[in-house]
């Protein structure tokens, strides 16, 4: 019965770290997307004319 108990928890951990992992993974992907898309609007001709126009007056 111990032995059953130990495979229970262990098996209940594991799925918790999997869990776990996966809910930081997921959050660490978003947040790279993002800061992917503000670098590419930041650096798009559109913002260069923007930056630039203000920039000379």
Same mark, same amino acid.
């Given at each position: 019965?111990? #032995?059953?108990? !130990? =495979? @229970? ?7 918790? !770290?999997?869990?776990? !992992? *996966?809910?930081?993974? /997921?959050?660490?992907?978003? #947040? #790279? ?8 609007? =930041? /650096? @798009?001709?559109?913002?260069?004319? =923007?930056?630039? *126009? *203000?920039? /000379? /007056?």
């Amino acid at each position: 019965m111990k #032995k059953n108990a !130990l =495979v @229970s928890i262990g098996i209940m951990f594991a799925a918790i !770290l999997l869990i776990i !992992l *996966s809910i930081g993974g /997921k959050l660490y992907m978003d #947040k #790279k997307q993002f800061q992917n898309e503000m670098v590419r609007v =930041v /650096k @798009s001709e559109e913002a260069r004319e =923007v930056f630039e *126009s *203000s920039l /000379k /007056k």
